[in-house]
């Protein structure tokens, strides 16, 4: 696989965004869910923290939502209209183009990001805030947007249609995202620690809420990269396996 | 660069094998992977918090390391803390993640838990008999929880019975000096003689401490406090340092025990004051001879002034001084250089002193004098006579500069030779009961004067002192009280730890503080003129109604101003009342128009930067195209 090949696949996919609108519908709705979230759903007024915690803590949430709209049609039109197959023609392999398209997304999702620094800002403007730990924190929210958008791909992979595409990336996302494992065994089993910490180790919301809090640690790097891995691997693999 | 995965799978692909079966292997292995990275880099991190309150400082990880007792620590929490207080539930998980970093460096000895406080459980009890403060939530219907304790191997158990955010900077602080408490043996026994607490209590002087936080700061930071009576001849045995604070009227017999504690290699620290001798015995309010603890400072070759009170212009705090806003001199800020590198005083940043006198010294055979803290070089001074009349015109022509750098604290070791010939106590009874005279020192002692004993007043290190919920309550202003401990800590030799405290980087305003604080300052002029009407008018009200009781019948004309100045008020106080009403209002459109420019103008003006941008793009390219064309 050809970096040059890899390149291919992710300009047409940017491109494709950027002409067909829906990164701009896409980015409202982000940029509207988290400015409104943040100022309703959670005690943004009364707590104003440094490190603007309240607004990345929302962001799996959101991101769950909002990248299953920018990944629906991923594969589903190559589906749809074949082009797959003419794609298959040029000397490009399976692995470049689930790379390709997944790192189209994981960018239109960064500028989707990139433009809630406004919402940080126009905060700045009545309150201090930490600049290069909320710097940290976009970067470490721009890596577990990754992994759910290499997850909402590896879905949309499965999928003939953008409707169902939409529909299974969502529930795995929301799943992946904002269910706490860790807190429901703890729950259910108080006292069996080892399982407790074995399943905060699974945890998504977990592992995103402590390195947002500042405790950047490898094993939740890790967790999000493997994460990442394994969905494109998957991902891979289901082109594969229709196109076989 | 190929993914390997993809191409080695591919035959088996093309042998029909399931997809699904495909995903469940690869979802295993990534589990697998998760679980063994979280396993192989367990407690890898970098801590990213300002303050890093994540990472234990130097001296923890030491006591940490050296300590060999299993210690349990139990941290309580309500239920229903994360529903009716984030904020404190916030402030919890910050608290769980410390306690992680604890247990990791804790050699297996750390053992950790939290435990979920429920209402009428066992975990209810649990914590009240660990010694857990319950507080009532700000809508003052619930109670909750939010506290730790500490428990060692035989059961003994300490507790910070309430944890505050307030407080966050002094938590691993609290949380190291508990583990000490519970790793050493034997608690050091702290002998406390003050006439404060002889004035206010003869038989029971320490209840008086109750009135005196940093007598209970002191109680748990590790010690046995002992009241010492200033009339025994000589200090009891087994008290491992002695406090001396605010030395007034102290009898010659305590001076002689003090003296002879010395000989025997005792510690004492006294914490001085320029307004405890000077200031009564020129009313004369007190009767009889002064202390005499300025000869035994004498003796050791230090003289305390306190008939001049020292000031610096650069390390002060400001105030409003007859309405001046200005840096008062005697309030003093030490920091920096100005305090000197030694273990007492390592990690020590700012002290607090208000009025304090200074020290002078001479060299001394056998003894080591080192000053602690000094003021800077910008320094002044003034009679602490001319106190008695001080207003602002008074300090500009009292107070003179010097430039001098004035030695605020001294530490004296070494042997000390003794302030008197011969004992003062014939009597054979009471000699029997003593250690024998000694004129000079059988072991080497240490002696710590310090120029100022409101040091240890609640108002120079307790931000949040009227609280007054307990030790754990109270969020430091300065470094006064982990310098007391710090110094009793040496003195005793203590293995106690005294972690610095971290310094906040951010000081950050809520938004609605914000808000609040504009919205009343666009009524804020008009307030302020009601509120100063409304006093001028209540002053004339009571004049008038002085006036009225003077006379026997008053007059129509005098019922009538009163009617008025009545009608006025209740005018003025709807005024108030209307300003109140109408900064609410402004607060409220305050938050709606913010609102609306973050949900909705912000939104639709970044999506439009990005349609232009990309517009923009389009336009060079084809421009490109075309003059690639040509």
Redesign the interface.
Known sequence: MAFKDLLTCFEKDFKFYFQSNLVYLAMLIYLMLSAGLLLYASDFYLNTTANFYQFFKLQPGILAMVIPVLTMRLWADEYKYNTLEILFTQPINTAAAAIGKFLAVWLVVGIMLLSSVGIWLFVGLFTSTDVSWVLVNYGLTFLMAGSLCAVSAAAAAFCYSAPAAFLSATMLCVLLSVTGFGSWIEEILPDSTRLIKLTQAFDFEQQFDELISGKVSLSSIAYFVIIMATALWTGAAAVEYKRS | ???K???I??PC??KNIK?GY??LG??V???A???G??LV??G???????EK??SLSEETVNMLQKQDKAIVIRLFISEKLAKKN??LN?YA??VS?LLGTYHKEGKGLIKTAVV?VEPFSSSQAEAEKAGIQKFALSDGRENVYLGMSLTDERGRTLAIPRLIPERRDELESDISRLISILAAGRQPRLGVLSPYFRAANEKDPLRYAENMPFVNELSAGGYEIVSLSSSAPAIPEGIDAVLLFYPLNLDRIAVYALDQYLMWGGKIMIMLDTFAEERFRDKEKYIGYRSGIQQLLNNSGVTYREDILVGDNANSRTRIFDEHYIKYPFWLKISGDNIADHPITRGINELYLNYSGFFEYVSKENLETTVLFSTGADSGAMLTEKTADLNYDNLLKNYALTNKKYPLALLIEGNFSSLFDQPLVWEQSILSSMSPFLKSSADKGALLVVGDSDMAGAFLWDAGRDKKHGVYDAATISDNIRFMLKALDYLMQSNYVSVSRKEK????????E??SALAADSYGDQKKQITSDLIEIRQKMVAAGERLQAVPLPSIKQIKEIEEMQRKITELEEGLRRIEYLTEEKYQDY?FM??L????L??????A???IG?FCYNRYIQRKAKEFVK
């Open positions: 660069m190929s993914i995965g993809v191409d799978l591919k692909l093309g997809i495909f995903v690869i979802v292995l990534s589990l992977s998760i679980a990275v979280s880099a367990d890898l991190y970098f801590d990213m918090t300002p309150s994540l984030p904020e916030m998980k910050d993640r979920e980087r951010f000081e950050h305003k809520n938004l609605s914000v808000f938050l913010f609102a420019l973050m949900v909705v912000l939104p639709v003006l970044s999506v930067a990005a349609r990309y």
